[in-house]
């Protein structure tokens, strides 16, 4: 084996037909049997070999995409618990290779926790709990993965508080923000945990909802050393630092046009696969290298331009891939 591919997909609301969701919401058998179609092929033309899922309610429908699109009948799987109080979205990963282990996370670590004025905040849990899993590549060769879904921008607004007001719409997206920053300060603390002292490899999978280049991303990604630093502490640096598939993209061709997400007019890359230095070219001793990404995102809509709409079976995210080449 001299490479193998990585992905993550946000699956919009994976749910089994005839099943309410998020109050009102539920498939048709009909519109059930598209996404699961649409879904599958998706996975064809993807053909990852590792693969991180957000927003799924069901792990039966999950495994019911994965027959149909035949990539994957010996593959292990892991999903997160279904809510017990009605069905929300759960994270999942799927994987040609073995998954030694696998663990939820949903608590934040305890020196993780924001604090301000002596003060901690109120946030002490991941919106969707964080998949941590060990998955041998071959023999000699772990990679500790993650799968994330961070909160998204959506505004926060009490029950009672007019949706529509211009400085609630203001406090709601602070609010979500604050949230967002604390399940990255979080997830942050859980990859040092895995890349600290440790020449294990360390992937990320997941729709973090904010561009590679916020601060809510710094935070995931840490800080890259100063130019000025010595060698001796750049190192100490780079030893915790994750390196994003998109940006090592750009560096190798001639225009960056990636992104996974329309709304409003904008386009934004918000799904992210970021690798430790064990998979960055520029590093002497990896044990492979990012080599190419690719995003699937034709079927996304610009809505501010056509009349048209992402039907309720397709997804609203693109998927990104990465191919990693082995030494």
């Not at 429908?61 to 149909?68: D, M, R, S, T, Y």
């Not at 090592?248 to 409003?264: F, V």
């Amino acid at each position: 084996m001299q490479r193998f591919k990585i992905g993550t997909f946000n699956l919009y609301n994976l749910v089994l037909p005839n099943v309410t969701y998020y109050r009102r919401r539920e498939y048709s058998q009909q519109q059930y049997q598209q996404k699961k179609t649409w879904l599958a092929q998706q996975l064809q033309r993807m053909n990852t070999d590792i693969i991180g899922f957000q927003e799924v309610f069901h792990a039966k429908a999950l495994q019911a995409v994965l027959k149909e699109s035949k990539q994957y009948e010996k593959a292990s799987m892991v999903v997160g618990k279904e809510q017990g109080h009605g069905p929300g979205p759960v994270l999942g990963l799927v994987s040609r290779f073995p998954i030694q282990a696998s663990h939820f996370i949903s608590r934040f670590p305890r020196p993780a926790q924001l604090d301000f004025d002596d003060t901690y905040l109120p946030i002490r849990e991941f919106s969707r709990p964080v998949l941590r899993a060990k998955v041998e590549i071959k023999a000699g060769l772990v990679v500790t993965v993650f799968v994330v879904h961070l909160k998204s921008k959506r505004p926060i607004i009490p029950d009672g508080e007019d949706p529509h007001d211009p400085l609630e719409q203001a406090k709601g997206e602070a609010r979500s923000l604050i949230v967002r920053a604390a399940e990255a300060t979080a997830l942050r603390h859980l990859i040092l945990e895995a890349v600290q002292d440790t020449s294990r490899p360390v992937i990320v999978l997941g729709d973090v909802n904010d561009s590679g280049l916020a601060v809510t991303s710094q935070i995931v990604n840490g800080l890259p050393p100063w130019k000025t630093l010595p060698i001796e502490k750049k190192r100490i640096k780079w030893d915790v630092l994750l390196y994003n598939v998109k940006d090592i993209q750009a560096r190798q061709s001639y225009q960056d046009m990636a992104y996974s997400y329309i709304h409003n007019g904008y386009y934004e890359m918000l799904d992210h696969i970021l690798v430790s230095q064990e998979f960055v070219r520029q590093n002497r001793k990896r044990v492979g290298e990012v080599e190419y990404m690719t995003v699937f995102n034709d079927h996304l809509i610009d809505e501010t331009l056509s009349d048209e709409s992402i039907p309720v079976w397709q997804a609203d995210h693109g998927q990104v891939v990465a191919t990693i080449r082995l030494r």
